[in-house]
């Protein structure tokens, strides 16, 4: 299943339930019914023709396919377009396996107040499984840290609320402020936020880990700033809709405020009522329309950040993480992996698009459920205008342009957005899909289509909260580290493990997690582990 599913191979199927395509599927597919008991696919409903089971239910069977050519061969693969959204190579496969669940029990025993000795050993059937755990345990467990200590700093900078740009720079300036979470050892900011694919570093993996020493001039401490505060940037960015994260949860959000928006909104009525014969356009639906807009670009990246000017003209990702140093402690990023997504006027192969040759875009779709109602939307007119917004939020400094030969490209402008902390969910029917908004503004949004599915509504307001907000701001910061103990490693290697793992006062990048093989209770005491 896996390697049919990865590798794109056609005959991959995907099977919705029916009601949760509606009738305005994205991608090509057929009505089928499947049977409850036996899972036999038939086109009529009805008894299952395998086993004479009477309740089937209505799936959705996508069937598009997609070809292109490779010098002279031509290729089929399967379309993995979503039919709720048209987001196409975003689908991700779930599971609750077991080093997924234990990841998280360990995290959240480490983050607990009640822990006072933070040390765990896991047990696994095979050499491979613990040497693997091991780095997944430190991988998985490495957000939640990074979570925590933002979580505090917001609670230190933010209540009730904070420009954007601002707290990053308060942030910068709070690793240097006694009494604040950040402001910590240099060998303690290592242990607990240097990223994963950081570790390689001569200062990290020789000096600090093999001599307990970290050289007066490294510039290592330097880089884990930076690469906290860049999490900070994706946290609400490009990472704002995976994963448990600070937004999610309804910790925070950032957004441009309602009220620049209703300004923007009622100079461009005008424009759209002379140009586009928008008669009957209702300044408050405008108003969703421009708020989708603009949190759609922030949820795809397309915020400015100074690290970007290059690639926010160029578009080269690759480009981006190999040069200025940033390989050193920017996360690693990729075409098909999360990263910054601006949206290009020009020809940037890796940006969003207007337009899609192919079918609607996401703007298209986002046009014609906002606006469709109140005004007949010709082809190719949600493009039109989208640039004649982007001309008035441009003069107010919402988005902010940058000029290349490919074309241009928009982004927001990090001054136009602000950090809010008291937010609320709008909810879609049952709660099955949930957008994190300023309080403030919730109930001037209800109503509003679906960002991520256009066809549904947000129609209601929920409280947000809870124990894992909670937990982020009152847990404890304490990074998991891992490492694996098996007869993989040298004698003295082991040995020498054993011992920063036994001891009573601990460095704190000494491991506190022993992934293990059942080998280890021969000729080891674990009770005076």
């Given amino acids: 299943i896996y390697n049919c599913w990865f590798s794109g191979r056609p005959e991959s199927t995907r099977l919705y339930a029916e009601q949760s395509v509606k009738k305005r599927s994205q991608v090509e597919g057929v009505t089928q019914h499947a049977c409850t008991a036996c899972g036999n696919l038939q086109q009529n409903p009805g008894a299952c023709q395998a086993c004479g089971q009477e309740e089937l239910l209505a799936v959705y069977k996508v069937i598009a396919q997609?070809?292109?050519?490779?010098?002279?061969?031509?290729?089929?693969?399967?379309?993995?377009?979503?039919?709720?959204?048209?987001?196409?190579?975003?689908?991700?496969?779930?599971?609750?396996?077991?080093?997924?669940?234990?990841?998280?029990?360990?995290?959240?025993?480490?983050?607990?107040?009640?822990?006072?000795?933070?040390?765990?050993?896991?047990?696994?059937?095979?050499?491979?499984?613990?040497?693997?755990?091991?780095?997944?345990?430190?991988?998985?467990?490495?957000?939640?840290?990074?979570?925590?200590?933002?979580?505090?700093?917001?609670?230190?900078?933010?209540?009730?609320?904070?420009?954007?740009?601002?707290?990053?720079?308060?942030?910068?300036?709070?690793?240097?402020?006694?009494?604040?979470?950040?402001?910590?050892?240099?060998?303690?900011?290592?242990?607990?936020?240097?990223?994963?694919?950081?570790?390689?570093?001569?200062?990290?993996?020789?000096?600090?880990?093999?001599?307990?020493?970290?050289?007066?001039?490294?510039?290592?401490?330097?880089?884990?700033?930076?690469?906290?505060?860049?999490?900070?940037?994706?946290?609400?960015?490009?990472?704002?809709?995976?994963?448990?994260?600070?937004?999610?949860?309804?910790?925070?959000?950032?957004?441009?405020?309602?009220?620049?928006?209703?300004?923007?909104?009622e100079t461009l009525l005008s424009t759209l009522q002379e140009q586009f014969g928008a008669k009957g356009l209702d300044k408050s639906v405008l108003v969703r329309w421009l708020w989708g807009l603009l949190n759609h670009l922030r949820r795809r990246g397309a915020v400015m950040h100074p690290e970007l000017a290059a690639y926010a003209a160029d578009g080269n990702?690759?480009?981006?993480?190999?040069?200025?140093?940033?390989?050193?402690?920017?996360?690693?990023?990729?075409?098909?992996?999360?990263?910054?997504?601006?949206?290009?006027?020009?020809?940037?192969?890796?940006?969003?698009?207007?337009?899609?040759?192919?079918?609607?875009?996401?703007?298209?779709?986002?046009?014609?459920?906002?606006?469709?109602?109140?005004?007949?939307?010709?082809?190719?007119?949600?493009?039109?205008?989208?640039?004649?917004?982007?001309?008035?939020?441009?003069?107010?400094?919402?988005?902010i342009r940058t000029k290349d030969h490919q074309g241009d490209t928009l982004a927001i402008n990090p001054q136009a957005l602000e950090l809010c902390v008291d937010t609320a969910y709008l909810s879609t029917p049952m709660g099955k899909r949930r957008l994190t908004v300023p309080a403030s503004a919730a109930k001037a949004l209800q109503g509003m289509p679906c960002i991520d599915a256009t066809d549904e509504l947000y129609e209601d307001v929920l409280p947000t909260g809870g124990w894992l907000s909670d937990r982020f701001s009152q847990g404890d910061l304490r990074r998991v580290i891992a490492a694996e103990h098996t007869g993989l490693l040298e004698r003295a290697e082991r040995e020498a493990l054993e011992i920063r793992f036994k001891s009573k006062l601990p460095h704190d990048w000494y491991e506190n997690l022993l992934s293990a093989t059942p080998t280890l209770e021969m000729g080891v005491d674990i009770g005076d582990l």
């Fill in 66 to 265: 997609r070809s292109f050519s490779i010098g002279q061969v031509q290729h089929t693969r399967h379309d993995t377009t979503c039919p709720a959204c048209g987001n196409r190579n975003r689908l991700l496969l779930l599971g609750a396996r077991n080093a997924t669940l234990g990841s998280q029990v360990v995290e959240h025993s480490w983050a607990s107040p009640f822990n006072d000795d933070k040390k765990l050993i896991a047990f696994s059937d095979s050499v491979q499984d613990a040497a693997h755990r091991a780095g997944f345990f430190g991988a998985r467990t490495y957000l939640n840290n990074v979570r925590t200590g933002l979580a505090k700093v917001i609670d230190e900078l933010a209540s009730p609320g904070l420009n954007w740009a601002d707290f990053l720079i308060q942030a910068e300036a709070l690793f240097d402020k006694p009494g604040s979470i950040l402001h910590m050892p240099p060998e303690k900011l290592l242990a607990e936020f240097i990223g994963p694919n950081m570790t390689w570093q001569r200062d990290w993996a020789d000096e600090l880990l093999k001599k307990g020493v970290l050289p007066g001039s490294s510039r290592l401490p330097g880089k884990v700033r930076k690469r906290l505060l860049w999490q900070a940037y994706s946290e609400f960015t490009y990472l704002s809709h995976r994963g448990r994260n600070l937004e999610r949860i309804g910790k925070a959000t950032i957004s441009v405020p309602l009220e620049r928006i209703e300004v923007v909104a």
């Fill in 317 to 399: 990702v690759y480009g981006l993480i190999r040069s200025g140093g940033r390989g050193e402690w920017m996360p690693s990023m990729g075409e098909r992996t999360p990263r910054p997504v601006f949206l290009t006027l020009g020809k940037q192969r890796d940006f969003d698009q207007l337009t899609n040759s192919k079918g609607n875009s996401w703007f298209d779709r986002w046009a014609a459920a906002c606006l469709g109602r109140q005004m007949l939307l010709a082809d190719g007119m949600a493009a039109d205008l989208f640039h004649a917004a982007a001309v008035v939020l441009e003069d107010v400094e919402i988005l």
